[in-house]
């Protein structure tokens, strides 16, 4: 027999192909890809790269129709996200098989931070700094999302942002470039697990494509103007990063990038994505994208959207319509080039092969599997230990009359008041990207619940004290009672899970509602205060923090909330968090990041003569430093060492440091090497990140540790875009945060 039986399902449909049948499982993707294509009308075509939503949840306008399922059936549909279960997916694809090619349907969602099992936002994962923890964390969402009939995630977000009033700083992992490239990639690899053909994984997507975290204003969706340098250098390598790890798929975004939407732009998406990086997975538009750009005032209407948006290499349309419009009417008028239609469609078929949904278009649909993962107990525990790794300790003071000794952690024989509106909070631990679940209630650990799963209840008080977001004070009068009768208030403060995430830009980053005045009125009780800050971003909590004798930034961490802080307060866990983003002192300092340049008149960090780099009403330095996050414990730094100071060509520099725990209990400490290049062609940072390690030691334990440093680590991409190092003068500089370094001079000569 001559023939190539594509899919197992579709039953009559074979295609003429030359070989022996025996032969055919050894033919390769493309070759099947193209068997299937030569089958297509423009239609269908259209159809493989049109995508809807699902009815069930939305992030942006839905089309309101009923003829859905019927365009399924007629092979007018690659694609749907927000669709998810067993059930449900299978029900699509019985329709998707009953198209006259009967070409298996994707489902794709948001699954950001955790699918069933919740884990803390992106943001706090990547103040972990522990790439392992954020690939299980990646993996565990995979194993939950493919089990639940759904192939693929719209993660990682791997834009870079130094602007915390955008709102969706809470979705990536920071500020840094060489820290998120590699939680990119950790990320990637995490849902993507063995590959795609197992069962247990998710196609993952970079997104958003690119530069969108640079919006101007941190206004969401607004433009973003940026010179080439600034895009190559600091936003595009987490992109490279997870292409490099296989990601299947990449979005486009929403802003324009130096006036030409990314949704229409032939630079990015074909000259460096599908070109020069020659990424053979598809790109989905973000939500409704294509047809934004008539917004924009770049296309004149859905059709000239579509020509634009395809011509610039957007494969697949989320909901906007344009595609499946006019793509075949396009084509036909020779405005849209087939080749382009055919190799957007090959791209999504390909995948749609490597998944092996033509083998077995219902392989993500089986009960039992969704069951089993519905309530992993290994995941609710992975979820915790994430958890407890994202929190970030910024204050430790002793308590009065102590000495040597912080705050936290707390004691199981202090009478603990609890104070805030998120002490009970439940969903508000979950944060904006999460799935929400009928049982959430029951199964989310709010704050007390891990309270009361470690101490004695009787140890424990609490008072709302107020709401999140409104002017009432009517709760102060009984925080202040409660308050008084305790030895320590633990206060939680913080934004609403819905006041950080897409759409959720703020022009002030303080403390909503009345929470400033419920710390200012307990802390006139002379009770010591230890700040629990629960937030999508950085927040500028100045006031409250000066009335607190310890704070812990807490973030949003999802299912396990709980009793991840209870661990911290009570010492089971030793924080170890360290920021991967800068926390400004107002919103004025902003865009405020580490790795800035110097200017012809730099200023030191703080108040200044005039006539340097500063402002005359505040200091340069942030509140808190990028990489900063304290211990239980101490640590100091001694013996710097560098392997040469002279250094020539291909040598490798050796530099090491020692680190002696100096306090009582065992701690982690992520130990940060940063270099800086003192004269280039074009102005360098005044440091940049280039190497990590965690590590733990018992108390009065030390360990050396050593970093191999390359030329590699001294490449930037020069004035012509080259990307090279230069020989000259460079400072290598090792320590606990940004700020906090030793520094040595070497001097690298070709
Ligand atoms: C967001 C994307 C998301 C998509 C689908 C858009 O509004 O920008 O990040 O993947 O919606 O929900």
């Known amino acids: 027999m001559r023939y190539v039986q594509y899919c197992k399902y579709a039953g009559l449909i074979v295609v003429l192909f030359g070989f022996q049948n025996s032969s055919a499982q050894k033919k390769t993707i493309d070759q099947k890809v193209d068997s299937v294509l030569n089958l297509m009308t423009l239609e269908e075509k259209a159809g493989q790269l049109n995508q809807y939503s699902g009815d069930w949840s939305f992030t942006g306008p ?6 859905k399922i019927q365009q399924v059936k007629e092979g007018k549909l690659g694609s749907m996200l927000n669709v998810v279960g067993v059930e449900k997916t299978r029900l699509l694809q019985q329709y998707a098989m009953q198209s006259r090619l009967k070409i298996p349907l994707l489902f794709g969602q948001d699954v950001i931070h955790g699918f069933r099992t919740t884990f803390p936002l992106p943001l706090a994962e990547a103040a972990s700094w522990d790439l392992e923890a954020i690939q299980l964390s990646a993996r565990i969402s995979a194993i939950e999302t493919s089990a639940a009939g759904v192939h693929w995630t719209f993660a990682p977000m791997v834009d870079i942002s130094r602007d915390p009033r955008w709102g969706r700083v809470m979705e990536g992992a920071g500020e840094d470039t060489y820290l998120g490239s590699l939680i990119a990639a950790a990320r990637v690899k995490g849902f993507q697990g063995k590959g795609l053909g197992n069962t247990d994984v998710v196609m993952a997507c970079a997104k958003h494509f690119a530069a969108y975290g640079a919006a101007v204003g941190g206004r969401d969706y607004n433009s973003v103007d940026m010179s080439p340098r600034m895009l190559w250098e600091t936003y595009l390598p987490p992109f490279f990063a997870a292409k490099e790890a296989g990601a299947a798929t990449f979005m486009n975004s929403f802003n324009d990038l130096n006036g030409i939407p990314a949704t229409g732009n032939r630079y990015l998406q074909r000259d460096i994505l599908k070109g020069k990086w020659n990424f053979n997975g598809f790109v989905v538009s973000d939500w409704a994208s294509i047809g934004e750009m008539i917004a924009h005032g770049f296309a004149k209407d859905t059709s000239h959207a579509a020509q634009l948006g395809l011509s610039a290499g957007s494969d697949m349309d989320m909901e906007s319509r344009s595609y499946i419009k006019h793509l075949p009417q396009l084509v036909r008028e020779g405005k849209v080039k087939i080749e382009w239609l055919d190799d957007a469609v090959r791209r999504i078929l390909r995948k749609k092969f490597e998944l092996g949904l033509f083998d077995d278009p219902f392989k993500f649909s089986n009960e039992h599997r969704q069951q089993q993962q519905w309530n992993n107990p290994q995941h609710i525990a992975a979820a915790r230990e994430m958890a407890k790794k994202s929190i970030v300790l910024l204050k430790n003071h002793p308590l009065p009359g102590e000495v040597g000794v912080g705050t936290l952690p707390l004691t199981n024989n202090q009478k603990v008041a609890l104070i805030g509106p998120f002490v009970k909070a439940v969903k508000d631990n979950l944060g904006f990207w999460s799935m929400e679940w009928e049982d959430d209630s029951a199964r989310i650990v709010p704050l007390w619940k891990g309270m009361l799963n470690k101490v004695d209840p009787a140890n424990l008080l609490y008072a709302k004290g107020c709401n999140i977001n409104d002017a009432d004070t009517s709760g102060f009068a009984e925080a202040i009672e409660t308050a008084k009768q305790s030895d320590v208030v633990v206060i939680t403060i913080g934004e609403a899970r819905d006041m950080s995430g897409e759409a959720k830009s703020r022009s002030s980053l303080q403390l909503p509602g009345v929470q400033n005045q ?39 961490l999802g299912t396990e909330a709980g009793n991840a802080i209870a661990d911290v307060l009570y010492g089971d866990y030793n924080p170890s968090g360290k920021l991967p983003i800068t926390f400004p002192r107002t919103e004025g300092q902003i865009p405020i990041y580490y790795n800035h340049y110097s200017t012809g008149r730099p200023a030191e960090d703080e108040f200044q003569n005039n006539y340097v780099s500063a402002y005359i009403d505040l200091p340069n330095s942030p509140a808190y430093p990028f990489g900063y996050g304290l211990s239980y414990t101490s640590f100091v730094f001694t013996d710097f060492k560098l392997s040469s100071t002279s ?104």
Do not use: C
């Open 647 to 750: 250094l020539k060509g291909n040598q490798t520099l050796t530099a090491s440091i020692t680190l002696t725990n100096t306090g009582r209990v065992k701690g982690k400490e992520t130990v940060q090497l940063y270099i800086r290049d003192l004269v280039g062609k074009v102005v360098r940072p005044v440091k940049e990140l280039k190497g990590f390690k965690q590590v733990e030691l018992n108390p009065g334990e030390s360990k050396v540790i050593t970093f191999t440093i390359t030329t590699n680590d001294l490449r930037f991409y020069d004035d012509q875009l080259i990307y090279n190092w230069e020989p000259g003068e460079f400072e290598i500089m090792i320590g606990s945060n940004s700020k906090e370094v030793q520094v040595k001079k070497i001097n690298w000569s070709r």
């Open 62 to 67: 839905v089309t309101k129709d009923n003829t």
């Open 518 to 556: 419920l710390i200012a009125a307990i802390a006139a009780t002379g009770k010591p205060i230890v700040l629990l800050i629960h937030a999508g971003r950085p927040l500028i909590f100045d006031k409250a923090a000066s009335h607190a004798s310890a704070i812990l930034y807490t973030w949003w």
